[in-house]
């Protein structure tokens, strides 16, 4: 539940990283090595900092924003929707926030999503899956939500979503395609092939993912098969996400970078 503190207010969830305050920024717009949750949304980066701050970074040129005040520190994750932000706070409540000012409203009642350990869109809504195993669908407007399902994913270690498609890795490294309707299930590629993933995002129907050797893969969903991309360059990613097209990574440092998933050639944004 957020507690108002006269003209501020100190709470707020989700995986985004805010400084404390702009003084944390570094006069070098091309760091962030403060942030603690991101989204990425219509070509955007929305970044939260340590501090609580939300900011919106120009992909093309590493510039940035601050976007409203610093109401973010307690922020658990971060997805981005169709048109706006989500974030899940340390207390279980769920916000929308509009991209373009911060404002943000509660979502359903306070509290509801206190035990979700991953988040996701696919299509219209958000989809979670709680510490019990169960995956709940929600509406983003209204709150309602619904189980999707048996409590059949209490080993899920990433929950990744698109346009149509669930997309799980379970602890064992086993790759899973979810039916978002009805929560049936069917496995993609070998058992374990996914063990050593330490990041991923999905691309339309291809699962980009960092492996502990810093080697970057690209899986098809649809076969399962998989092929390396450029050279194993990735160990120190910290953040990994897509948007327009291409592939961003941030790494332990704070710089930013945009890898091109057709060879996995990079730049760096914001030097």
Do not use: C
Not at 19 to 43: E, F
Not at 178 to 202: H, P, Y
Not at 207 to 230: C, K, P
């Amino acid at each position: 539940m957020r507690v108002p503190t006269k003209v501020f207010w100190s709470l707020f969830f989700v995986a985004i990283f805010v400084l404390a305050g702009t003084a944390n920024r570094p006069v070098n717009a091309a760091n962030w090595s403060n942030t603690i949750a991101l989204a990425a949304l219509d070509g955007s980066l929305y970044s939260i900092e340590k501090g609580g701050a939300l900011y919106r970074t120009d992909l093309s040129s590493g510039s940035w924003v601050q976007i409203g005040k610093a109401e973010f520190g307690n922020t658990k994750m971060m997805v981005a929707g169709p048109q706006n932000l989500f974030t899940l706070e340390a207390d279980g409540s769920l916000y929308r926030v509009d991209p373009s000012n911060g404002s943000w409203v509660r979502v359903g009642k306070a509290g509801e999503w206190k035990n979700s350990i991953a988040a996701a869109f696919s299509g219209t809504r958000l989809f979670t899956i709680e510490s019990s195993g169960a995956l709940y669908g929600t509406n983003p407007m209204s709150g309602a939500w619904a189980q999707v399902g048996k409590a059949e994913f209490v080993r899920t270690k990433f929950l990744f979503g698109s346009n149509d498609s669930l997309i799980t890795i379970e602890q064992d490294g086993s790759l899973y395609a979810i039916n978002a309707g009805n929560g049936a299930w069917r496995q993609i590629g070998k058992s374990g092939d996914w063990i050593n993933t330490l990041r991923g995002t999905l691309l339309a129907n291809k699962l980009y993912t960092v492996e502990s050797n810093g080697a970057l893969f690209e899986t098809d969903v649809n076969s399962g098969t998989w092929r390396q991309i450029g050279k194993s360059e990735f160990g120190r990613t910290k953040w990994f996400f897509n948007t327009g097209g291409s592939l961003y990574s941030i790494e332990h440092d704070g710089k930013l970078y945009r890898i091109s998933p057709s060879n996995g050639s990079w730049v760096q944004i914001g030097k």
